[in-house]
């Protein structure tokens, strides 16, 4: 599958060598799920602090409820499991 211009900007990050990405899909995620602005801005603030892809979507949480696993769900992964869900989150980017 092709990346859109949205997908690959925020694939890449902030396209300046040494700075953070921007988490554009956190962000998009966030909002499609009526999240806070300060929850979305703490989940950013994780994955800076973790080094989470810079497709992120999501933390993953421990099915057993036993918290964080420490792996993020990406645009990528989402591409091959999920491309309806993949291609409603790219519309929304591209029209952001």
Do not use: C
Not at 3 to 8: I, M, N
Not at 21 to 27: A, Q
Not at 50 to 57: E, G, K, M, R, V
Request: proline residues 3%; aromatic residues 10%.
């Amino acid at each position: 599958m092709a990346l859109g211009d949205a997908e690959r900007a925020a694939r890449e990050g902030s396209g300046v060598k040494g700075q953070q990405p921007d988490y554009r899909w956190i962000r998009i995620w966030g909002r499609r799920m009526g999240s806070l602005f300060y929850y979305i801005e703490g989940q950013i603030e994780r994955a800076r602090e973790t080094n989470a892809p810079a497709d992120a979507i999501f933390e993953r949480f421990a099915s057993d409820g036993s918290g964080r696993t420490g792996t993020w769900a990406t645009m990528s992964e989402l591409a091959e499991s999920n491309p309806a869900l993949h291609a409603e989150l790219t519309a929304t980017a591209e029209r952001a």
